[in-house]
């Protein structure tokens, strides 16, 4: 028996992270009733997406240009390199407007569960741009999981020699958080990253 159109759509929304099978037919069902406003233009930024989008050689960030606009901005602090995990924490760190440098997206975390060793990332390039000098600080800005914090001490020595600094994002009770909300890692994790006041 065929698989309709309609089913189709609803299969394939619920592919996608946070929809399942019921919140994919909500979603098929507004396209599908707003059909020129919504399902039309996605359809069709989909299919520019799908034609248009690739993976910048330098960094790994998505655009629609290679290199990308971060890359090719020369605004950007050439002498910062901050290394995260995915694209989505590119995304992150822009949007705070706080970070004015360039980035290295590794494509994942080291994982000898989901066996996923250094050839899997985009390890060997990170060190060949710190080894080919004019970077004067390496943030490494891995999630605060095991398998985070394994890649950032992995890559951290990979790193020793090739740039003057390697820094790690600060880890702990975040602006607005009460104690008694947090896990006992987070809190763990603060204590041991305490500063002076003064």
Not at 19 to 40: N, T, V, Y
Not at 80 to 91: G, H, I, T
């Amino acid at each position: 028996m065929a698989v309709s159109d309609l089913d189709r759509l609803i299969l394939l929304l619920a592919k996608l992270p946070g929809l399942g099978p019921r919140s994919a037919r909500r979603a098929a069902l507004q396209l599908i009733k707003r059909r020129e406003a919504l399902l039309e233009p996605l359809a069709a930024a989909l299919a520019a997406a799908a034609q248009n989008v690739r993976v910048c050689s330098i960094c790994g960030n998505l655009d629609t240009i290679d290199p990308c606009g971060i890359c090719a901005d020369p605004r950007r602090d050439r002498a910062l390199l901050c290394v995260v995990e995915d694209v989505a924490d590119v995304w992150a760190l822009e949007r705070s407007g706080a970070y004015r440098g360039l980035y290295h997206v590794l494509g994942g975390t080291l994982s000898a569960l989901d066996g996923r060793g250094p050839e899997e990332l985009r390890i060997a390039p990170l060190i060949a741009r710190a080894g080919a000098g004019g970077i004067a600080e390496v943030i490494l800005a891995t999630s605060a999981t095991v398998e985070g914090q394994t890649t950032a001490h992995y890559i951290a020595d990979r790193l020793a020699g090739l740039a003057p600094s390697v820094t790690r994002l600060a880890h702990g009770v975040p602006v607005g958080g009460e104690l008694d909300y947090l896990d006992d890692g987070t809190l763990s994790t603060a204590l041991k990253a305490r500063r002076a006041v003064r």
